[in-house]
């Protein structure tokens, strides 16, 4: 993707279709909703785990893992969740988490997530990059958590030393042997294909408009699933602000180039 001079026909898009065929495509905006599901992200550690392995978007059943040892990686909500589903299943889950749990009185309702995306706005206007939830507000202590933390299920192992060929050392000098790996450790945004507009600042982040759609070096250009719109909700909104200030700023339909 590259970008005119012609206020007409900003982009040069070249996508490649189903059919495999490349096409190219001259437009006056660009939509980018890649969010982030196909960049799940898992941190490296030193030694070699030869069990399965898994990441947020790949979770089956709990039930799949039902007598088995998991270890579950993350200090977020779906971490949190990850290991009390499994723990139903009859599992023995084991969490894992680089700080210790923060956990909140704060309700985990609509006003909590509000809260949520006014603090990662307040970082994409400011070009800084988004970051996770948990970073953001810590974990609510919702009623359905209550149980596990009673029964010490809940309870963090702390961080990860290395792995092993059949499980886990940690921090604190203890092992255990794991049959299976749940990396709840969060997504990074999809936005490697707009690097030849150079849309990053120096921060590492990219710079949002209030309306947090619109990318301030590059006009034209909006962006779904990024920072505050990362969420369901979020998106959803972010969908018809960004459609509706493409609509604004276009002059005339797409040209298909080539192809």
Do not use: C
Not at 43 to 52: A, D, I, N, V
Not at 144 to 159: D, I, K, M, N
Not at 238 to 245: E, I, K, M, P, T
């Amino acid at each position: 993707m590259s970008q005119r001079k012609s206020d007409r026909f900003r982009f040069l898009v070249r996508a490649q279709h189903p059919d495999g065929v490349i096409r190219t495509y001259r437009t006056g905006a660009v939509i980018s909703g890649t969010g982030t599901w196909d960049r799940p992200y898992v941190p490296w550690y030193p030694g070699q785990f030869l069990g399965r392995q898994l990441t947020t978007r790949d979770f089956p059943e709990p039930r799949d893992f039902a007598g088995q040892n998991v270890l579950v990686v993350g200090g977020g909500i779906s971490a949190v969740e990850f290991v009390i589903l499994l723990d139903e299943a009859g599992a023995r889950p084991i969490w894992s988490t680089r700080t210790p749990p923060r956990w909140r009185d704060s309700p985990f309702d609509v006003t909590w997530g509000r809260d949520v995306e006014r603090r990662v706005a307040e970082r994409t206007r400011a070009g800084l990059p988004p970051l996770s939830v948990v970073a953001t507000t810590g974990l609510p202590r919702h009623s359905r958590f209550e149980p596990a933390l009673q029964a010490g299920v809940l309870t963090s192992r702390g961080p990860i030393s290395r792995l092993t060929a059949g499980g886990v050392e940690f921090v604190d000098g203890t092992t255990e042997a794991v049959d299976a790996i749940i990396w709840a450790t969060g997504f990074r945004h999809s936005i490697g294909h707009l690097a030849p507009l150079r849309v990053r600042e120096s921060t590492g982040g990219v710079l949002m408009a209030d309306d947090d759609v619109s990318v301030v070096k590059v006009p034209g250009l909006f962006l779904v699933g990024y920072g505050r719109s990362a969420s369901t909700l979020g998106a959803t909104r972010a969908g018809r602000r960004a459609a509706q200030a493409a609509v604004r700023v276009t002059v005339g339909d797409p040209e298909l180039v080539l192809g």
